[in-house]
């Protein structure tokens, strides 16, 4: 093995990555199965995942992946994913908490229940699933190779930026802090938490303004870099935060989005 591959090497490694079954979740799980890791894929659509995991198996990557239904919207259903994942492992060397849901709607017509919903699977789900895998992330890790948390947060959760989607860029806000927090308490435990801060990226949930080539265009006219994310983006800070790499990395939110959280439209001196 090269010293690059030893380096970002996640081989032999057991991870679970939520809402896997497509956009940054899956691009996650197929660098992980890519590099050698053994990845449970689960979402609330379990045959979804069987297909995906059946998909990533054919890349010809040296780890492979398993899917399954996995629901976090309410305490039973991370109770019930909980217990599918210690029945096919006893410890757990990464955890990417990217099952998230989104709310769009004018200022004066935002609904109530919109902000439950959206917390509820953006930020509770993210807590009580990372406490009650606990068991299992405590005996991965070691001194030498932590154990791994990283949850998905947002750009909009580091710009003030809302665009119709209040509970969706303040939930990613809440999971940035709660990241930093979690990293504290977890420090003694041997287990690292950041946080992915990512920009535009094509998926299900940004279908409605990247689905197209044309859309995905404009769209990354306004980013910094001139563009969206593509996977590869997604795949080397999953490797970077999961391997050797990045063992002394925790509490970071690091940002995927090519300019975007230090963009700004000030001058001081220049026209």
Not at 58 to 81: H, N, P, T, W
Not at 124 to 146: K, N
Not at 185 to 205: C, D, K, L, Y
Request: net charge negative; with cysteine; glycine share 10%.
């Amino acid at each position: 093995m090269s010293y690059l591959d030893e380096l970002f090497s996640v081989a032999g490694k057991t991870a679970l990555v939520t809402g896997a079954a497509t956009g940054i979740g899956r691009m996650a799980a197929t660098a992980l199965v890519k590099a050698g890791a053994t990845v449970m894929i689960a979402s609330r659509k379990g045959e979804d995942c069987i297909r995906v995991a059946g998909e990533l198996n054919g890349l010809g990557g040296s780890g492979r992946a398993e899917g399954f239904a996995g629901d976090v919207s309410s305490e039973a259903g991370i109770a019930a994913l909980v217990d599918e994942v210690k029945a096919r492992t006893e410890q757990l060397n990464i955890l990417v908490n990217n099952a998230g849901v989104s709310w769009g709607a004018p200022l004066e017509s935002f609904p109530y229940h919109a902000w439950a919903k959206v917390f509820g699977v953006n930020v509770t789900a993210v807590f009580h699933l990372t406490r009650e895998l606990l068991p299992l992330l405590d005996a991965a890790a070691s001194d030498a190779d932590p154990a791994r948390v990283i949850n998905l947060g947002s750009v909009m959760g580091t710009q003030p930026l809302a665009d119709d989607a209040y509970s969706y860029s303040a939930s990613k806000a809440a999971v940035h802090h709660l990241t930093r927090t979690l990293a504290i308490e977890f420090a003694a435990r041997r287990i690292t938490v950041n946080a992915f801060a990512p920009g535009p990226f094509q998926s299900r949930m940004t279908a409605f303004a990247t689905a197209s080539e044309e859309q995905a265009r404009q769209v990354g006219g306004h980013v910094p870099l001139r563009r969206i994310g593509a996977p590869d983006d997604i795949a080397g800070a999953t490797l970077y935060l999961c391997s050797r790499a990045g063992s002394y990395v925790t509490g970071a939110i690091l940002p995927i989005d090519g300019g975007q959280s230090v963009q700004h439209g000030l001058t001081l001196f220049k026209e």
